[in-house]
């Protein structure tokens, strides 16, 4: 596969990924309790935050690859590659973070608030989700053969 199909196909995921966000952030309203409703909140927000990442990759990609010519696009495959790896690899990084502000929430400011509680789980699962999500997409278009 070449970058440039990988790189839509990593797009196709996350977007795949917004929707299940968004049914699962409102499934999460259905329970009527703030531990449920801070759950909902973050799987909502972080689907529009995904959202926007994908839908403006997309388009910048979709720009870069009809702005060069067939031979070019070769010539430039190692370098979208080198930049989607770092980008992924940086994403991990950041996701890992995300995991332990999530546990923080939940520590400090989820002590005595049951909405605070759900929101730092649902940063904790989503931080996951995108944590395995970016780091397995950095394994594979490291792997790539140009």
Do not use: C, P
């Not at 917004?18 to 531990?35: D, K, M, P, T």
């Amino acid at each position: 596969m070449d970058i440039w199909k990988f790189q839509r196909l990593v797009l196709q995921r996350l977007f795949i990924w917004v929707g299940i966000s968004i049914a699962l952030g409102l499934a999460f309203l259905l329970f009527r309790n703030e531990y449920w409703n801070g759950m909902a909140i973050q799987f909502i927000a972080w689907a529009v935050v995904n959202f926007a990442i994908a839908f403006f990759g997309k388009r910048s990609l979709e720009r870069r690859y009809a702005s060069l010519k067939r031979n070019e696009r070769q010539a430039q495959a190692e370098t979208e590659r080198l930049k989607l790896v770092r980008t992924l690899w940086v994403n991990t990084i950041l996701d890992a973070f995300y995991i332990i502000g999530g546990r923080l929430v939940m520590i400090y400011l989820g002590k005595d608030s049951l909405l605070w509680q759900g929101m730092g789980l649902g940063i904790i699962l989503q931080g996951s989700f995108l944590f395995f999500f970016d780091l397995i997409h950095a394994r594979l278009a490291s792997n790539l053969a140009m």
